[in-house]
C-alpha cells in the first residue's frame, strides 16, 4: 500500500489563497454579470466569439474555449441566443455540425459589461500584486489550464517555455 501524498507548507499555503480568491472574488465578479442578466458562463461565450476573426466557432471548439462542457454551452446559449446576442447556424459543408456568431448586438452587450468586469478583476486580483508577481501568477495558472484544456491559448512555446 503507497503513503498518501499531503501538501507541503507552500502547497497548502497556495491551495488556500486559491480558495479565498475563489470564495470571495470570483462572486463579487460573478454579480457585474448578473446585474447585466449574464452570468460568467455567459460572457466567457461572448469573449470567446469576440476573440475569433469571424466571430464564429464550431461549437465543440465553443465549449472548449469558454471552459465548459458541451451539455452546459447548449444550455447557456439558449438564453444568449432569446438575447439575440448569439446566433446558430449550420456548417455548409457538414451538416453535422453547427456554428455560433456573435451578433451586432452581442458585441454591444460584452463592450457594455468588459470595462466593469475589467476594473473588477484589477481591484480585486492585480491591483494587490508586483509586476513580478503577476508574471509569475501569469505563468503558473497557464501550466495548469494548459492541462486542463483541450485549446492552444496556454500552450507552452519556445525553448524557454513561455506561455503564449
Known amino acids: ?8 507548507e507552500t502547497q497548502q499555503q497556495a491551495w488556500q489563497g486559491f ?3 475563489f470564495g470571495r472574488a470570483l462572486p463579487e465578479i ?12 455567459h460572457y466567457g461565450i461572448l469573449v470567446a466569439l469576440a476573440d475569433t476573426p469571424d466571430h464564429t466557432l464550431r461549437l465543440s471548439e465553443l465549449a472548449d474555449m469558454a471552459n465548459t462542457s458541451q451539455s452546459r ?3 447557456r446559449l439558449h438564453k444568449l441566443i432569446g438575447r439575440g446576442d448569439v446566433s446558430i447556424a449550420d456548417d455548409p ?18 463592450d457594455a459589461i ?7 478583476v484589477l481591484r480585486l486580483l492585480f491591483d494587490q500584486l508586483t509586476p513580478d ?19 492552444d491559448r496556454f500552450r507552452i512555446d519556445g525553448p524557454n517555455g513561455r506561455h503564449r
Open 114 to 120: 468588459s470595462p466593469a468586469h475589467a476594473d473588477n
Open 133 to 151: 508577481q503577476t508574471t509569475a501568477l501569469a505563468d503558473a495558472l497557464s501550466t495548469i489550464a494548459s492541462g486542463l484544456c483541450d485549446h
Open 73 to 75: 454551452l447548449s444550455h
Open 19 to 21: 480558495l479565498v480568491v
Open 30 to 41: 460573478e454579480r457585474t454579470f448578473k446585474a447585466n442578466g449574464l452570468l460568467s458562463v
Open 93 to 110: 459543408t457538414d451538416g453535422r455540425v453547427k456554428h455560433a456568431t456573435l451578433t451586432r448586438r452581442g458585441r454591444r452587450t460584452l
Open 1 to 8: 500500500m503507497t503513503e498518501p501524498r499531503w501538501l507541503n
